[in-house]
């Protein structure tokens, strides 16, 4: 589902792999609203449907709004945090509801650039650790609705762009 700029760190230069995970970065990518998915992404099949009829451009702006600085965000269930030594995502594919702690994360911009409903495009530039498919559902539930991804692009680390960078194809 994701694409955009990952770096790649050999020889020598796997030592800088801490400091540049630790960068800022950016997204951009598309929310479905009035759906959820258990993985919260395209991964899972919707598992709920909600109305979106109330909400309005208004709304979308607002509720974008309410993301921006320091907060807490939980990770989703299929994500690869450590709970008791063991994966988020290995728990959540034998079927256990894992309780999965939140972290502080930081969105200096959310920015929307679309909205065709249900679907609403965007621009994100948040810290190390800021699981956006964890923001697409706080998005819908601050909009009394559900939200998934079903787009998303990241577009620079640090200072890469992928615009700068070199395309690898993969087969």
């Given amino acids: 589902l994701a694409t955009g700029l990952m770096i790649v760190c050999v020889g020598s230069c796997t030592k800088k792999i801490e400091s540049l995970m630790g960068m800022e970065k950016e997204y951009t990518g598309t929310f479905r609203l009035g759906e959820t998915t258990s993985s919260y992404d395209m991964e899972k099949e919707v598992n709920e449907t909600f109305p979106v009829d109330h909400i309005t451009e208004e709304m979308i702006r607002n509720a974008a709004l ?3 600085g320091e907060t807490d965000q939980i990770p989703p269930h299929f994500s690869a945090v450590k709970i ?6 290995e728990l959540a594919r034998e079927g256990e509801e894992a309780i999965i702690q939140p972290k502080k994360i930081v969105i200096s911009t959310f920015e929307i650039t679309k909205i065709d409903m249900p679907h609403v495009d965007f621009r994100v530039v948040c810290s190390k650790g800021t699981y956006i498919r964890s923001l697409a559902r706080d998005f819908g539930e601050a909009l009394q609705s559900g939200a998934h991804l079903t787009a998303l692009r990241r577009t620079k680390i640090g200072p890469y762009l992928v ?3 070199i395309q690898v194809i993969l087969h």
Avoid: E, H, S, V
């Fill in 66 to 68: 309410q993301f921006i």
């Fill in 84 to 89: 008791n030594g063991k994966r988020a995502y």
């Fill in 163 to 165: 615009d700068n960078a």
